[in-house]
């Protein structure tokens, strides 16, 4: 069936540092993959998508490219500030009917000042 | 543009009670999801409408849990009788249909937390 690993977290990192939150992926067919947000007391919200192979997602200075060969779309950003202390989830969808998506465990992320 | 609302925010309830949720969903979105989200893991799907017909309730534990959506617009979720195990945070959400443009306007709610004690 298709599934989402996520690192294991939390991750804790100061201001400015490199962040990358690695994801892979089984899936039938080719899914399309996303990177969603959770804010402290938020709902979720989509941070970035790609859809086919070797598309680069990109919002608020974050990347993801989707690499089929290796079955990983990681998250990165250069410089983390204390507003992207968040939980983030990878996730994907496949089939072209229901648009279901299925998520990996996700990843708590705090930056320190 | 009005979000995915959900109501109630928090509920408490003892095991082998009964609980319902609530979703509106975006003006205009045909397609309705319900996820469970238990603490520490990813939302799951539970089940999915499109209007008001179900397209995926393959994860929906049928024996306690039921939803509907009538008149395909407002949502309702209801666990009966409810287990520990069933403590989470129950996530609406909605697109605008089916295809590529759905996951552009994949919106979720802010939830509804149950805790069963």
């Known amino acids: 069936g298709n599934s989402v690993t996520q690192m294991e977290g939390p991750v804790t990192l100061s201001e400015e540092a490199f962040l990358t939150i690695n994801c892979t992926y089984t899936?039938?067919?080719?899914?399309?993959l996303f990177w969603y947000v959770q804010y402290p007391g938020e709902g979720l919200q989509l941070l970035l998508k790609a859809t086919k192979a070797d598309d680069k997602g990109s919002n608020k200075g974050f990347e993801a490219t989707y690499r089929k060969e290796t079955t990983s779309f990681h998250l990165e950003k250069g410089s983390v500030q204390v507003s992207d202390s968040a939980v983030y989830f990878c996730?994907?969808?496949?089939?072209?009917?229901?648009?279901?998506?299925?998520f990996g465990q996700g990843t708590r992320l705090t930056i320190n000042p | 543009e009005a979000g995915v609302a959900q109501s109630p925010r928090y509920k408490i309830i003892e095991k082998r009670q009964s609980v319902a949720f609530w979703c509106n969903p975006i003006s205009g979105h045909a397609t309705l999801y319900w996820y469970q989200q238990i603490l520490g893991q990813g939302p799951k799907l539970l089940i999915q409408?499109?209007?008001?017909?179900?397209?995926?309730d393959s994860q929906l534990p049928k024996d306690r849990f039921s939803a509907e959506r009538l008149k395909g617009v407002d949502s309702t979720l209801k666990i009966q009788p409810a287990k520990l195990e069933d403590s989470a945070v129950y996530l609406c959400?909605?697109?605008?249909?089916?295809?590529?443009?759905?996951?552009?306007?994949?919106?979720f709610g802010s939830g509804t937390r149950l805790t069963v004690v």
């Open positions: 996730a994907l969808s496949t089939g072209k009917g229901a648009q279901k998506l299925v």
């Open positions: 959400a909605s697109s605008i249909g089916t295809g590529g443009r759905a996951i552009s306007g994949y919106t």
């Open positions: 409408f499109q209007n008001n017909g179900v397209v995926d």
């Open positions: 899936a039938t067919g080719y899914p399309s």
